[in-house]
Nanobody, 127 residues
Framework: QVQLVESGGGLVQAGGSLRLSCAAS????????TGWFRQAPGKEREFVAA????????YYADSVKGRFSISRDNVKNTVYLQMNSLKPEDTAVYYC????????????????????WGQGTQVTVSS
């Protein structure tokens, strides 16, 4: 079982930066790939970025590629999402999630690929 808690959200002006953290409990968290998703009001939850259990592989949605960076520290059981050059359309609740497969090779991009979810953290980007 893995419990996830996101933090680091807030209000920022367009062009600014935020770093989200996803702290996990559970000794096996380092064995699971982790993804970030976001959901804006009235929209479906969408994939943002993912990182493999080892940190060696990453994958990004086209909308954030070059602006966002995902990383992890398996000693601290934490995954990060560094968000730069933020735009108003990045406004959403951001969720982290752990892959339902242990030591997975392929990073899932759909919500069904993830079994454990945090409660979310709000990111608001003003224009």
């Amino acid at each position: 079982q893995v419990q996830l808690v996101e933090s680091g959200g807030g209000l920022v002006q367009a062009g600014g930066s935020l770093r989200l953290s996803c702290a996990a409990s559970g000794r096996t968290f380092s064995s699971y790939g982790t993804g970030w998703f976001r959901q804006a009001p009235g929209k479906e939850r969408e994939f943002v970025a993912a990182i493999s259990w080892s940190g060696g592989n990453t994958y990004y949605a086209d909308s954030v590629k070059g602006r966002f960076s995902i990383s992890r520290d398996n000693v601290k059981n934490t995954v990060y999402l560094q968000m730069n050059s933020l735009k108003p359309e990045d406004t959403a609740v951001y969720y982290c999630a752990a892959d339902r497969r242990k030591l997975g090779v392929i990073l899932p991009v759909g919500v069904d690929g993830y079994a454990y979810w945090g409660q979310g953290t709000q990111v608001t980007v003003s224009s």
